[in-house]
């Protein structure tokens, strides 16, 4: 598990809960200042300013890389049964230098035997209701620092959610069994359910890329652009993301193909 989290979602166990490098606490993205010093920083790192332009993709960009931490949230408990830690105080944050991040935290609980079926979809559900109550202040705070829309931060959020699920289900060497199969689509029916939502929900309606010569597995398209084309220029400019609604479709093939 824990080489799968690092490889595909940049996130460490963190072994000891005092143990660390990484120079920055969820809190402080909690705190006005420390919170301004690196969206700063992340800033400058992608040749964006937090106090002109491209501030608002800062901020974008921000939701779209932290749902990283969120996949690796997911992925630990819908493939290994295990729950990791959303306490601020226990997650940590690196900058990469290109304006990404890493995660640490600790591992919380693991389900050695695999838990009871009812027993899992209470820990599941759980799990997913202290999310939202990391995720919200988090998304609200960089919001208010950077000018962007938290809806549209919580939809970009809400998109890796999706996707990570769709891919799941979809690709027999991630679920190998029957048994774990039925577990992911349990975990994504209780994190894409609607019922009882407010504003901030993982299950907005998203479409689905439609090309007669796309065979490929599901793939969802995103509501809001994350604004990377905003990062550098010339030869070094981003451009529009494969999920990106300001692609068009002759495009979208191209690139998924190319993938």
Same mark, same amino acid.
């Given at each position: ?25 969820? *809190? ?5 200042? +420390? ?6 920083? =992340?800033?400058?790192?992608?040749? !964006?300013? #937090? ?12 939701? +779209? ?9 997911? $992925?630990?408990? $819908? ?18 230098? $290109? ?9 919380? +609980? ?8 009812? &027993? ?8 997913? *209701?202290?999310?939202? #109550?990391?995720?919200? %202040? ?24 999706? =996707? ?14 029957? =048994? ?14 609607? &019922?009882?939502? @407010? ?5 907005? +309606? #998203? ?10 597995? %599901? ?7 994350? !604004? ?16 990106? %609604? ?8 191209? @690139? #998924?193909? =190319?993938?």
């Amino acid at each position: 598990m824990s080489e799968v989290l690092q490889q595909f979602f940049v996130t460490t166990i963190r072994a000891d809960c005092n143990d660390s490098k990484y120079p920055f606490r969820v *809190k402080d993205l909690l705190d006005e200042e +420390k919170r301004d010093l690196i969206l700063r920083e =992340q800033a400058m790192q992608q040749g !964006l300013q #937090l106090d002109g332009k491209g501030s608002v993709a800062v901020g974008t960009l921000f939701a +779209k890389r932290y749902s990283v931490l969120v996949m690796a949230v997911i $992925s630990a408990f $819908s493939l290994y049964d295990t729950t990791l830690s959303m306490v601020d105080d226990d997650i940590r944050l690196a900058l990469n230098g $290109s304006g990404g991040m890493r995660y640490e935290t600790l591992l919380e +609980k693991t389900f050695l035997e695999g838990p009871d079926p009812v &027993q899992r979809r209470s820990e599941s559900t759980l799990l997913k *209701k202290r999310m939202l #109550l990391h995720l919200v %202040p988090v998304l609200r705070a960089v919001a208010i620092s950077t000018g962007a829309s938290d809806k549209v931060m919580w939809s970009l959020v809400a998109h890796n959610v999706q =996707q990570l699920y769709a891919r799941m289900i979809n690709d027999q060497r991630i679920w190998k069994t029957d =048994q774990r199969l039925a577990q992911i689509k349990e975990d994504q029916s209780i994190w894409l359910d609607e &019922q009882n939502e @407010n504003a901030f929900t993982f299950a907005m +309606k #998203l479409n689905r890329f439609d090309h007669p010569e796309w065979q490929g597995p %599901p793939f969802l398209i995103r509501r809001y652009c994350c !604004l990377a084309y905003q990062v550098g220029d010339g030869s070094h400019t981003h451009g529009y993301c494969n999920s990106c %609604p300001k692609l068009d479709s002759e495009s979208r093939l191209h @690139n #998924l193909l =190319q993938e």
